[in-house]
């Protein structure tokens, strides 16, 4: 059990990391950090636009740094909010936030690409079972 424990924590340890240095070095050309790229590739996802609340529950951050992030890109001209609404204004991309999250899309898919090479269809679709089921079952633990 404790060998189970040690090889599931390290490993999904790596992955993080790998996954945080991919959104570095990907995003080093967009002069981006990893919280730009989930809430890009979010809102790429969700063309009728998300709330700042909307967007932190999907990329599981709390509202106070994604609020940060959905500033700093407002500035910087890829995403764009109703300024009447302000606080629940849905946000959209811009057309050089579309241009640059469609970018990004290109990245995560050559990361999956790379990540999941070796494995069959079969044992993809075990593996992200298995993972989803861990996560709940230890969400479920955690709320207990």
Same mark, same amino acid.
């Not at 700042?52 to 001209?77: F, P």
């Not at 811009?94 to 790379?114: F, H, S, W, Y």
């Given at each position: ?5 040690? !090889? ?8 993080? #990391? ?5 959104? =570095?070095?990907?995003? %080093?050309?967009?002069? !981006? /950090?990893?919280?730009?790229? =989930? ?7 969700? #063309?009728?636009? &998300?709330?700042?609340?909307? &967007? ?6 709390? /509202? %106070? ?12 001209? !890829?995403?764009?909010? $109703?300024?009447? /609404? ?15 999250? $469609?970018?990004?899309?290109? =990245?995560? =898919?050559? %990361?999956? !690409? ?14 992200? #079972? ?5 996560? $709940? ?8």
């Amino acid at each position: 059990m404790i060998e189970r424990f040690e !090889l599931f924590t390290t490993t999904i340890g790596q992955i993080y #990391k790998n996954l945080q240095r991919i959104k =570095m070095q990907e995003m %080093a050309e967009f002069q !981006l /950090k990893g919280t730009h790229v =989930m809430c890009l590739f979010e809102l790429n996802r969700n #063309k009728e636009g &998300l709330t700042v609340t909307q &967007l932190s529950s999907l990329c599981g951050e709390d /509202k %106070a740094a994604i609020s940060r992030t959905v500033s700093d890109l407002i500035k910087r001209g !890829l995403v764009t909010a $109703d300024s009447e /609404k302000k606080y629940r204004a849905p946000l959209l991309l811009t057309p050089d936030g579309q241009t640059t999250a $469609d970018r990004i899309d290109e =990245m995560v =898919m050559e %990361a999956v !690409l790379a990540g999941g090479d070796g494995l069959s269809e079969q044992e993809r679709i075990n593996f992200y #079972k298995a993972l989803t089921t861990i996560s $709940d079952n230890l969400k479920n633990y955690l709320n207990d």
